[in-house]
C-alpha cells in the first residue's frame, strides 16, 4: 500500500483541501480534510487517515489557516470512520482550551462499535448474530473473522451535537444537517451564504467508493429509508456545491443526489428477483444475490467485501420491509426469514 498526502489546495474562495490518496491494488482512494477560513478563525472538517500516514497532511493545513491569521477554532467530524476521524485527537489537542471536536450524538454507536464486535462484546456473540440470521455455524465463525475490532476512537476532545446546530467561525455559519444512513450519525455542514455542503460519505462523486449504507448490530433496521430521507431533504436545500469526503468538488448537486437515490433503488428492486413465496432467510437471500457488478456469488467475496455485502443485503431486506413489499416472519428455530408480500 502506497499513501501519498495532497499539498493544501483552496478548491473554493476561503475553503482548502488536503488529504491523503491510499493506492492499493485495485483501489485507489482519496480522503478529504478541508479548513473553512474566516476572519480571524478557521473551521476544520475531517481529518483524512491511512494507516501508515503521518499528520503532515494536517501540518500543512493548520499552516495555511496560520498564514492566514485564521487559525483553527473549531473541528467538524461528518462521521466516525477511521478515515475520517483518525486524527480527531491530534487537531483536538491543537484546539484554543473551550474548544471541541464536533460529532453528531447519534454518531455514539458507531464509535462504541469500534473497538468491539460491530456493537456485540466479543466473538461468540458475533458468531451467535450471524447464525441467528440463518448463517451455518462454519459460515459464521469465518465471516466475523473479515471484521475484527478496530482501535478505539478517543473521545476525550469530542463535543456531541445535534441536528440545526450552528457553528459560527470568523463571519462565516454553518448548519449542521443530519444525513444518516452511512453511519447512524453520519451529518453534512451546509454554509447557506454560499451554497457550499461538505456531505462527508452521504453523496460521493463517480469512481470515488461508494457511500454503503449497510445493517449492523449497532444501527437501525432500516437505514436505507434514513438515508433516502436525508437525501431527500438535502435536495430541498439551495446546495451549489457538494464537498465530499473523497474525490473532487461536485457542482451538480441535483444530479448527484437524483443518482443516489437511483442506486438505492436499483439494490433495493434487486432483491425482488430473489425473493419469492418461500420464506428465505438474510443468508439465503444474500446467497442468490450477485456481487461485485454480478460478477461474483456470494461465497466468492473475499476479506470484508463478505461482510459488507451481507450488511447491505440487510439493509435490501430492512428497506423493502418497510415499503410493504417483502413480509418477515419467524421460522421454528427463531432465525427471521422473508417472502413477497401478497
Ligand atoms: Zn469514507
Not at 464509535?111 to 458468531?127: F, I, W
Not at 442506486?263 to 434487486?270: E, F, G, L, N
Amino acid at each position: 500500500m502506497v499513501a501519498e498526502l495532497h499539498e493544501p489546495e483552496e478548491v473554493l474562495p476561503g475553503i482548502w483541501r488536503t488529504g491523503a490518496e491510499m493506492i492499493s491494488t485495485p483501489y485507489r482512494i482519496s480522503t478529504n480534510a478541508y479548513a473553512v477560513v474566516g476572519h480571524g478563525e478557521s473551521l476544520f472538517i475531517d481529518t483524512a487517515w491511512w494507516m501508515g500516514v503521518a499528520t503532515t497532511h494536517l501540518d500543512a493545513l493548520l499552516d495555511v489557516a496560520r498564514r492566514k491569521r485564521a487559525p483553527m477554532s473549531e473541528v467538524f467530524i461528518t462521521h466516525a470512520h477511521r478515515d475520517h476521524s483518525g486524527f480527531t485527537d491530534y487537531l483536538g489537542a491543537r484546539l484554543p482550551a473551550d474548544g471541541g471536536v464536533r460529532l453528531h450524538r447519534a454518531e455514539q454507536p458507531t464509535v462504541a462499535a469500534m473497538s468491539d464486535y460491530q456493537g456485540l462484546p466479543d466473538r461468540a456473540s458475533a458468531v451467535d448474530w450471524y447464525r441467528g440470521l440463518g448463517f451455518p455455524e462454519e459460515t459464521a465463525d469465518a465471516i466475523v473473522d473479515t471484521k475484527m475490532p478496530d482501535l478505539p476512537m478517543p473521545t476525550e476532545s469530542i463535543r456531541w451535537c445535534d441536528d440545526g446546530e450552528i457553528v459560527t467561525v470568523g463571519g462565516r455559519s454553518l448548519r449542521v444537517v443530519g444525513t444518516p444512513g452511512h453511519t447512524p450519525g453520519h451529518a453534512s455542514l451546509f454554509e447557506e451564504a454560499t451554497g457550499v455542503l461538505f456531505c462527508g460519505d452521504a453523496l460521493l462523486p463517480r469512481g470515488h467508493g461508494n457511500p454503503h449504507v449497510t445493517v449492523r448490530p449497532f444501527t437501525a433496521p432500516d437505514p436505507l429509508t434514513d438515508y433516502v430521507r436525508g437525501l431527500t431533504a438535502l435536495g430541498e436545500l439551495d446546495v451549489r456545491v457538494c464537498l465530499p469526503g473523497h474525490g473532487p468538488a461536485v457542482d451538480d448537486p441535483t444530479s448527484l443526489i437524483r443518482a443516489h437515490l437511483d442506486y438505492v433503488d436499483a439494490k433495493v428492486s434487486s432483491l425482488r428477483d430473489v425473493l419469492d413465496d418461500r420464506p428465505s432467510s438474510a443468508f439465503e437471500l444474500a446467497s442468490r444475490l450477485r456481487w461485485r457488478g454480478g460478477r461474483k456469488s456470494f461465497t466468492e467475496l473475499v476479506n470484508d467485501e463478505w461482510f459488507l455485502a451481507f450488511a447491505d443485503t440487510l439493509a435490501r431486506i430492512g428497506r423493502a420491509v418497510t415499503l410493504g413489499w417483502a413480509r418477515r416472519e419467524l421460522r421454528d428455530d427463531g432465525v427471521p426469514v422473508y417472502a413477497v408480500a401478497r
